[in-house]
Nanobody
Framework: QVQLVESGGGLVQAGGSLRLACAASGSTLSINAMGWYRQRPGKQRELVAL???????NYAHSVKGRFTISRDDAKNTVWLQMNSLKPEDTAVYYCHAESTRFPYLYWGQGTQVTVSS
């Protein structure tokens, strides 16, 4: 089993920045990819950014050039640096991990990001 704990959400004005962190614990050696999804009000959960071990990051088109995902396998931690935030980035952000072992997918509890205009 893998446990994911997020931190770093909050309220920020448009144009501002926030940095989210997600620490994994448990069977971390089984983790392949880690990343972030978000669920905006009234919308389905969507991919924000994902990075596999030793791989290149993959970003949603809407955040390219503004968000940066990074990962430290030694610390079992992934970060999401969010710059030039827009009101439409307001969402609950979920840490996500993909494992080679059942149940294969893990989610954090979510952290609220609110961007005011």
């Amino acid at each position: 089993q893998v446990q994911l704990v997020e931190s770093g959400g909050g309220l920020v004005q448009a144009g501002g920045s926030l940095r989210l962190a997600c620490a994994a614990s448990g069977s971390t050696l089984s983790i392949n990819a880690m990343g972030w999804y978000r669920q905006r009000p009234g919308k389905q959960r969507e991919l924000v950014a994902l990075i596999a071990s030793g791989g290149s990051p993959n970003y949603a088109h809407s955040v390219k050039g503004r968000f940066t995902i990074s990962r430290d396998d030694a610390k079992n931690t992934v970060w999401l640096q969010m710059n030039s935030l827009k009101p439409e980035d307001t969402a609950v952000y979920y840490c996500h991990a993909e494992s080679t072992r059942f149940p294969y997918l893990y989610w954090g509890q979510g952290t609220q990001v609110t961007v005011s205009s």
